[in-house]
Structures are given as structure tokens and as C-alpha cells.
């Protein structure tokens, strides 16, 4: 049996330009374009949204702080591609208390293929590796962005949602539905 799943893309929402890109989840889609609005459907649901960025999941290089400790060599497995470094851009995850954001958006640095720039991100001064419990790396040409001229298109029917956590509406338990139907029938 095939798989008849679309490509699973990762969405990266940054809620305002002095904030960085945060993984808020992933969505399927057949190309960059569609993934791109689906991510807006599903994931823009509060005004401060100003830039939505989608990548493959397969184009994701992702390595664990347990992975690393496992294999510190594992970037000279890799031989670097030929030609001109290119840019790579690090998302980290530093924290195991906050659930809804994954990675955010921790950098970029120039490297010949993600094993290089993840290991030459660790080794620099410019990350605090020892903070980080997940890195993800993903090259620059792998970004499929919204653009500065859609962010009205994008964004902005936005304003007028209604968005309320989920603690807003209440909750019935089943034992209380019960009570409640038993309450109910008697009268």
C-alpha cells in the first residue's frame, strides 16, 4: 500500500517583527504555495501574525541533545557540498515547560551542508548549545515565505476573529452529563 498522504510541511508564525519565527505546528499540502495557506487557515487566528514561513519536513535537519551525546562525530560523516557556502537557519528548542511552541527561530550561519552548520553553530560563541534540548537546521532556499505585499491579504481578516483559549468555554464531565440528564428526567 502507498501512501497517499500529501507532504508534511512544518509552519514557523512570527507574531510580530521584534519576535522570531516560532514552530507552531505542521500541515499536509500538495506544493509550498498551498502549505502556505494552510498554515494561514489553520494557524493565524490572533491580528499580530506579520509573516508565515512553511518547509517540507524532509528538508529539516534535526538532531536531540541525547543525539549529539550519542554521536559527536556526526557531522564528519557528511562531506560537504561543493560550491559557495550557503545560509542555514537554526531553530532551537531550550525549554521542556512551554507546550505550544516547539523550536523558534535562534540564528542563521553560512555552511556547506546542515550537518556543517549545526556543527559549526555548536562550536561557535554566537548559540548557547548547552541550553538547547532540540536544534533544527533548514536551508534558506527550503523557506517558502508569505511576502511583505500580502501580509493584508494574509493577515488581516485576522482583526476582526474572535479567538478564546480553550479554558474559556467550559468543561462537562461525563459524570456530570449524567447527573444532569437524571436531574432531568424527574422533574
Known amino acids: 500500500m502507498t501512501d497517499t498522504q500529501w507532504p508534511r510541511y512544518e509552519v514557523f508564525k512570527q507574531d510580530n517583527p521584534k519576535k522570531p519565527h516560532e514552530a507552531v505546528g505542521s500541515v499536509h499540502a500538495p506544493d509550498d504555495e498551498l502549505a502556505l495557506q494552510n498554515a494561514r487557515d489553520v494557524f493565524v487566528r490572533r491580528p499580530s501574525a506579520v509573516s508565515l514561513w512553511v518547509v517540507k519536513a524532509n528538508h529539516i535537519f534535526t538532531m536531540t541533545r541525547e543525539e549529539l551525546e550519542t554521536h559527536p562525530d556526526f557531522w ?21 515547560r512551554r507546550s505550544m ?6 540564528g542563521q550561519i553560512e555552511a556547506t551542508a546542515p550537518e556543517h552548520a549545526l556543527h559549526d553553530a555548536i562550536e561557535s560563541a554566537a ?19 508569505s511576502d511583505v ?9 485576522a482583526v476582526d476573529k474572535t479567538y478564546r483559549q480553550q479554558s474559556h468555554y467550559g468543561f462537562v464531565s461525563p459524570r456530570r452529563q449524567k447527573r444532569g440528564r437524571q436531574g432531568n428526567e424527574s422533574e
Open 101 to 106: 511552541t516547539f523550536v523558534h527561530h535562534a
Open 149 to 157: 505585499d500580502d501580509i493584508d491579504s494574509l493577515f488581516a481578516p
Open 76 to 96: 564528519q560523516k557528511t562531506e560537504p557540498v561543493a560550491g559557495p557556502p550557503t545560509t542555514f537557519h537554526l531553530f532551537t528548542k531550550t525549554s521542556q
Open 127 to 145: 548559540f548557547e548549545a548547552a541550553d538547547v534540548w532540540v536544534w533544527w537546521v533548514v536551508a534558506d532556499e527550503f523557506i517558502h515565505r
